[in-house]
């Protein structure tokens, strides 16, 4: 580590990596669920257990990043953060504010959560992924616009370089585009339409490039490969991701009640957005091949390398699976989408963090690498997990092969429980290679606390 | 460990496994038949690397489409069109044999950027 002030990025990963283990524990709560309907009711119903678990992967990607760029950035401008005490103060206001979202989500009902929040002032509520009451997304736009503040000016007063730029556009895009939240006309279609501005253009937009961004400092600093090479190689990434990301989002278009042309555009343009992800691989591991020097943390090699490839099947082969309008018009909301939503997010945005947490967290704890013994261990741990999200999404892909066969393709069309119940075999496959996951998780986080013979930072 | 210097040969290296992805992405056939070209008209007198390179996608392409034709009609032929689990295994089949064939493709074309040989797992032909 080079700079004393990088060690903020600790507590925002090792808080991050817990909210991890409760995404999993309520997925697998859910995933019972799917076949066993009565599991934890009334203390837990589906609804909840479903917005904890994904509002959780969202708190902890975002603390994951954060983490990331307090890391990173000084190392790239060569300077120390500008406000080491603000990272601090900001990490405890967005952890007691995720958590004390998650209790209300477990305790109270969510009707009442509203009121008491204030959602009648601003309806916000109610939504997708955008559950949080309104003082949480308010007091996220704080943190996020305080952290903001912090990394712009570290960066302004040192070195600018491309992946501090591109890491700096992503997380700006990130702010801006959370915005849209606030948004909640009373016409449906337009409310799906700027919803979207959020989802989609987080995930297949700006987050994209906090990706590139932290894959190609990863990549400079354990192969070694002239910066010039990564550089372009960003470059190249993050326009192919622009380009076919922004006009992409038209594939959520298609059935809101928006404009026909959506369906052209939406498909041709998705159709385009594995590119990035190709790129991504290659990139990865041209670099890997070209290396210039043998870094003693082959863990973090190992997640580098397996977010290129899990980000290319789960955001890029999966999504196109399903992007086309005439596709689309049979596959829409079945379990198809949510294979794809469980491979694209582990690819992409769960392995960039564990990627950077690899790389990252020896060194914040004084060494360059871990004990061969504790590597060993992680590795486990990262086939565990990516084994079981392989599996994970081909069950789920089956059963939704199987739900639109009975619900939507069939002469005799079946009511959608009738279907589900059809796909049980799938579900409890799903869950029991859940319960895989959540072993190669301990099985990673077991891996901070074996020690051995380590490896000195430089 | 390579220098930025390009190996001999890794120019048709690279177009070799280029050939090969857009035989699976962009235009299945018509790139083989490049492929196919390039492996008649400039194999004999090519450095060990392009050799390498197009011999892997030449008869990789050959294996990756009875892999993905003649499997996916022998299932459909099998279970019929009309039946469920048909499409269930069709499509999951399809869908992964095609993503490990491009994956590994990725694989090659990276190795054949950075001036290495490359044989594709299990279908890959040993011998250069």
């Given at each position: 580590?080079?700079?004393?002030?990088?060690?903020?990025?600790?507590?925002?990963?090792?808080?991050?990596?817990?909210?991890?283990?409760?995404?999993?524990?309520?997925?697998?709560?859910?995933?019972?669920?799917?076949?066993?309907?009565?599991?934890?009711?009334?203390?837990?119903?589906?609804?909840?257990?479903?917005?904890?678990?994904?509002?959780?992967?969202?708190?902890?990607?975002?603390?994951?990043?954060?983490?990331?760029?307090?890391?990173?950035?000084?190392?790239?401008?060569?300077?120390?953060?500008?406000?080491?005490?603000?990272?601090?103060?900001?990490?405890?206001?967005?952890?007691?504010?995720?958590?004390?979202?998650?209790?209300?989500?477990?305790?109270?009902?969510?009707?009442?959560?509203?009121?008491?929040?204030?959602?009648?002032?601003?309806?916000?509520?109610g939504r997708e992924f955008l559950e949080q009451p309104l003082l949480t997304k308010a007091g996220i736009v704080v943190?996020?616009?305080?952290?903001?503040?912090?990394?712009?000016?570290?960066?302004?007063?040192?070195?600018?370089?491309?992946?501090?730029?591109?890491?700096?556009?992503?997380?700006?895009?990130?702010?801006?585009?959370?915005?849209?939240?606030?948004?909640?006309?009373?016409?449906?279609?337009?409310?799906?339409?700027?919803?979207?501005?959020?989802?989609?253009?987080?995930?297949?937009?700006?987050?994209?490039?906090?990706?590139?961004?932290?894959?190609?400092?990863?990549?400079?600093?354990?192969?070694?490969?002239?910066?010039?090479?990564?550089?372009?190689?960003?470059?190249?990434?993050?326009?192919?991701?622009?380009?076919?990301?922004?006009?992409?989002?038209?594939?959520?278009?298609?059935?809101?009640?928006?404009?026909?042309?959506?369906?052209?555009?939406?498909?041709?343009?998705?159709?385009?957005?594995?590119?990035?992800?190709?790129?991504?691989?290659?990139?990865?591991?041209?670099?890997?091949?070209?290396?210039?020097?043998?870094?003693?943390?082959?863990?973090?090699?190992?997640?580098?390398?397996?977010?290129?490839?899990?980000?290319?099947?789960?955001?890029?082969?999966?999504?196109?699976?399903?992007?086309?309008?005439?596709?689309?018009?049979?596959?829409?909301?079945?379990?198809?989408?949510?294979?794809?939503?469980?491979?694209?997010?582990?690819?992409?945005?769960?392995?960039?963090?564990?990627?950077?947490?690899?790389?990252?967290?020896?060194?914040?704890?004084?060494?360059?690498?871990?004990?061969?013994?504790?590597?060993?261990?992680?590795?486990?741990?990262?086939?565990?997990?990516?084994?079981?999200?392989?599996?994970?999404?081909?069950?789920?892909?089956?059963?939704?092969?199987?739900?639109?066969?009975?619900?939507?393709?069939?002469?005799?069309?079946?009511?959608?429980?009738?279907?589900?119940?059809?796909?049980?075999?799938?579900?409890?496959?799903?869950?029991?290679?859940?319960?895989?996951?959540?072993?190669?998780?301990?099985?990673?986080?077991?891996?901070?606390?074996?020690?051995?013979?380590?490896?000195?930072?430089? | 460990?390579?220098?930025?210097?390009?190996?001999?040969?890794?120019?048709?290296?690279?177009?070799?496994?280029?050939?090969?992805?857009?035989?699976?992405?962009?235009?299945?056939?018509?790139?083989?038949?490049?492929?196919?070209?390039?492996?008649?008209?400039?194999?004999?007198?090519?450095?060990?690397?392009?050799?390498?390179?197009?011999?892997?996608?030449?008869?990789?392409?050959?294996?990756?489409?009875?892999?993905?034709?003649?499997?996916?009609?022998?299932?459909?032929?099998?279970?019929?069109?009309?039946?469920?689990?048909?499409?269930?295994?069709?499509?999951?089949?399809?869908?992964?044999?095609?993503?490990?064939?491009?994956?590994?493709?990725?694989?090659?074309?990276?190795?054949?950027?950075?001036?290495?040989?490359?044989?594709?797992?299990?279908?890959?032909?040993?011998?250069?």
């Amino acid at each position: 580590m080079q700079y004393k002030s990088q060690a903020v990025a600790k507590p925002y990963f090792i808080a991050a990596l817990a909210l991890f283990v409760a995404q999993i524990l309520f997925g697998l709560i859910m995933g019972l669920q799917y076949v066993w309907g009565d599991f934890l009711f009334p203390h837990i119903p589906f609804n909840v257990a479903r917005m904890v678990h994904t509002n959780a992967l969202i708190v902890w990607l975002l603390m994951g990043f954060m983490g990331a760029a307090y890391y990173l950035v000084p190392e790239e401008a060569e300077t120390e953060l500008h406000s080491p005490k603000l990272a601090i103060a900001l990490f405890w206001i967005f952890l007691v504010a995720a958590g004390l979202t998650v209790v209300g989500y477990l305790t109270v009902p969510y009707a009442t959560l509203a009121k008491v929040t204030g959602n009648d002032l601003l309806p916000t509520m109610g939504r997708e992924f955008l559950e949080q009451p309104l003082l949480t997304k308010a007091g996220i736009v704080v943190v996020a616009l305080a952290f903001l503040f912090n990394i712009t000016m570290t960066i302004l007063k040192g070195r600018k370089t491309a992946i501090n730029t591109v890491l700096l556009l992503g997380l700006w895009g990130l702010a801006v585009m959370f915005l849209f939240s606030f948004y909640n006309p009373d016409n449906l279609v337009k409310d799906k339409f700027y919803w979207w501005w959020v989802v989609h253009l987080w995930v297949e937009g700006v987050w994209e490039l906090i990706l590139g961004a932290i894959l190609a400092f990863v990549l400079i600093k354990i192969t070694g490969v002239d910066r010039e090479v990564i550089e372009k190689w960003l470059y190249v990434i993050i326009t192919l991701t622009l380009v076919t990301g922004i006009i992409g989002t038209g594939h959520h278009y298609y059935w809101i009640g928006t404009p026909e042309y959506w369906q052209v555009w939406g498909s041709i343009f998705s159709a385009l957005e594995p590119i990035p992800f190709f790129a991504m691989t290659l990139f990865a591991f041209n670099m890997v091949n070209r290396r210039r020097r043998e870094h003693p943390n082959k863990a973090a090699t190992l997640w580098a390398l397996g977010t290129g490839v899990m980000a290319f099947l789960g955001a890029g082969v999966w999504g196109f699976l399903h992007t086309l309008a005439p596709v689309n018009f049979y596959t829409h909301g079945t379990q198809i989408t949510a294979a794809h939503g469980h491979m694209a997010f582990y690819g992409a945005y769960v392995m960039v963090n564990l990627t950077i947490i690899s790389y990252a967290m020896p060194l914040m704890r004084g060494r360059a690498a871990n004990s061969n013994k504790s590597q060993v261990t992680e590795m486990w741990g990262f086939w565990l997990m990516t084994v079981s999200i392989v599996f994970i999404t081909l069950f789920l892909t089956a059963a939704g092969i199987l739900q639109v066969w009975l619900q939507r393709v069939s002469d005799n069309p079946m009511p959608f429980m009738m279907a589900q119940d059809q796909a049980s075999l799938f579900y409890w496959l799903r869950e029991w290679t859940g319960v895989v996951f959540l072993v190669g998780l301990v099985v990673y986080l077991a891996s901070f606390f074996i020690k051995g013979e380590e490896k000195a930072a430089a | 460990m390579n220098g930025t210097r390009p190996a001999d040969g890794q120019g048709l290296a690279v177009a070799a496994e280029s050939l090969y992805l857009a035989n699976l992405l962009l235009a299945p056939g018509l790139a083989f038949a490049a492929i196919a070209w390039l492996w008649v008209t400039r194999r004999a007198g090519a450095p060990p690397l392009a050799r390498c390179h197009l011999d892997q996608a030449f008869f990789v392409s050959l294996w990756g489409g009875v892999l993905l034709a003649v499997f996916s009609a022998a299932f459909v032929l099998l279970g019929g069109l009309h039946w469920k689990w048909t499409w269930v295994l069709v499509i999951l089949y399809f869908t992964c044999a095609h993503s490990a064939l491009v994956l590994f493709g990725i694989l090659g074309l990276a190795r054949a950027m950075a001036g290495q040989p490359y044989v594709y797992p299990l279908i890959g032909p040993r011998r250069g």
